[in-house]
């Protein structure tokens, strides 16, 4: 759309709505949100240049990823976007889950959540062109309200069953060498900084929700918004086209000649600020126990000064030394890859979505993370104040 005629469409819109900028302000808002969330769904930044022609993962796609192989390495299926026919088809056993075709077709009906398949008929058969992946790959689960793996989608909730090195390794295009560092890593984490450092110590897949006024964005705190780290990841990891400069990291890629991934960023931006952290469900925590949890974490638990304010961290004014990380000493330090060098407070809210917890997923549970802190810390906290602070934490 050109200027004027932005300005045509925000003068009808004014008179539709009676007059009033916020009005217009709101919709503008809604539309960038509307468009982020499809950026955030379904697009690839063009990174097909990487999972279809370097790593040739389509070829295994279609030869040997049948429904079950994926929904066992963590891939999701959006229920949403099946039509009533394969519906009834997978409840009644007639659309086979144990064929690479039946992938085909839900890639086609786009319904792989994270995965961008282009399936074109060759020879009167379906054939699996070209793959991509995007955001919601690692960012997105689902409600498994269908069957487990399969449900709506939820976007910005980590998934943690997701194995992306289990995934890469795939790939006929790696060494035998290169596909166990990629199968080392497990479910649930990716290593951001391998192929920029190669490095090889993967982190927790983190949730993209719940970061609306937090301005260190990352586990280390190396952006001030959202925009730097998607930039980032589209292009250094997804291998979209476009470019990421950091000078603190020595980093400077590009790929391709058209840039596919700037003018995308503040709409997907938009729509990441927009997703708030799920409240905990009821019944799956014990209510009193975290109203006392809640005076142990802000007393003698010590963890309000640096878990402060509504989203429960002090990112926007401090990031904290490695030492300040329940998950250090460890070798070699993901801080030290970092752009700062140093951790940022974890925000809380939706914790209870994500586990396991600090940036090594070390911590296995809540009780777990309470447990750490009292024994590290020298808390000196009783078995009481500890589970009734794992309590608070399952509450926010
Ligand atoms: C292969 C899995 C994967 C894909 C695909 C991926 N991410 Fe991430 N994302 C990660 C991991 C792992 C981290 C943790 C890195 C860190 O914080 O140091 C992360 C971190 C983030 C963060 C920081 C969260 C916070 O608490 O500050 C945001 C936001 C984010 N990703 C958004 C995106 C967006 C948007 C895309 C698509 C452009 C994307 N990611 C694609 C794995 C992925
Ligand atoms: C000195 C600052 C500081 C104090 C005090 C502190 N934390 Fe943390 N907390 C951090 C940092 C930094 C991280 C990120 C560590 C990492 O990922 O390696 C973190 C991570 C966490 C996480 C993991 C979140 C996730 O997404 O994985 C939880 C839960 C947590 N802290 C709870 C607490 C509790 C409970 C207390 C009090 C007993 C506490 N913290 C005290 C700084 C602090």
């Not at 090889?200 to 705190?221: E, Q, S």
């Not at 058209?258 to 938009?270: E, G, H, M, R, W």
Request: hydrophobic share 40%; proline share 5%; charged share 15%.
């Amino acid at each position: 759309m050109n200027w004027t005629m932005t300005a045509i469409a925000a003068a009808a819109l004014l008179a539709a709505c009676g007059g009033g900028s916020s009005n217009t302000a709101a919709v503008d808002q809604s539309a960038l949100v509307a468009q982020g969330r499809q950026i955030f769904r379904f697009d690839t930044f063009g990174d097909e240049a990487l999972w279809t022609d370097t790593l040739r993962i389509h070829e295994v796609i279609s030869a040997a990823v049948d429904p079950v192989t994926a929904l066992s390495v963590g891939l999701k299926v959006d229920a949403e976007a099946l039509p009533a026919a394969v519906v009834e088809g997978i409840k009644n056993g007639s659309v086979d889950l144990k064929s690479p075709a039946t992938t085909l077709a839900l890639l086609k009906l786009d319904a792989v959540v994270g995965v961008k398949g282009t399936v074109q008929t060759v020879n009167g058969k379906d054939a699996l062109v070209s793959v991509g992946i995007t955001c919601a790959l690692c960012h997105s689960t689902v409600d498994n309200s269908f069957a487990p793996g399969i449900g709506k989608r939820l976007d910005g909730w980590a998934n943690r069953d997701l194995n992306p090195g289990a995934i890469i390794a795939l790939s006929p295009a790696l060494t035998t060498a290169m596909k166990a560092v990629y199968n080392s890593w497990g479910k649930g984490k990716f290593d951001p900084r391998h192929n920029v450092d190669g490095g090889n110590k993967p982190v927790v897949i983190p949730p993209a929700f719940g970061l609306d006024g937090i301005h260190r964005i990352t586990l280390t705190g190396d952006g001030e918004d959202l925009a730097y780290w998607n930039r980032y990841v589209s292009v250094a990891e997804m291998g979209g086209l476009g470019s990421v400069v950091e000078p603190r990291l020595n980093l400077s890629i590009t790929h391709g000649t058209v840039d596919l991934v700037t003018s995308k960023l503040p709409a997907l931006q938009a729509y990441q600020l927009s997703l708030s952290a799920p409240a905990a469900v009821a019944g799956s925590f014990d209510a009193s126990a975290a109203l006392r949890g809640k005076i142990v974490f802000e007393s003698n638990g010590k963890c309000a000064s640096c878990h402060s304010g509504a989203s429960f961290t002090d990112a926007n004014s401090t990031l904290h030394p490695p030492a300040d990380s329940m998950a250090e000493p460890e070798t070699p330090s993901y801080a030290s890859r970092s752009a700062t060098k140093q951790y940022r407070t974890s925000p809380l809210r939706g914790a209870w979505q994500h586990a396991p917890y600090f940036h090594d997923g070390s911590a296995a549970t809540l009780d777990d993370v309470a447990r750490t802190y009292n024994t590290r810390r020298s808390l000196g906290l009783s078995a009481q104040e500890v589970s009734d602070l794992a309590q608070y934490l399952k509450s926010l």
